[in-house]
């Protein structure tokens, strides 16, 4: 009787979430003490849902 084999590797990658920032939209001027509107589309362009997330913005006191 003969038996033969043969092998082969496999790379499994998970389904993973990918987020992007799809669209930002920031008003012209901010002025200190007043409140402001900044829009922030966040999109998922990943094989597997996000579930929940934080977008945070943080100032630059860069002049």
């Known amino acids: 009787m003969r038996v033969e084999s043969a092998s082969k590797t496999l790379t499994v990658k998970p389904k993973l979430p990918d987020l992007t920032i799809d669209f930002v939209e920031v008003p012209e001027k901010i002025e200190a003490g007043k409140e402001a509107t900044i829009k ?5 362009i990943g094989e597997a849902a996000s579930g ?5 913005l943080k100032a630059n006191n860069h002049r």
């Open 40 to 44: 922030v589309l966040v999109k998922n």
């Open 52 to 56: 929940r997330f934080r977008v945070e």
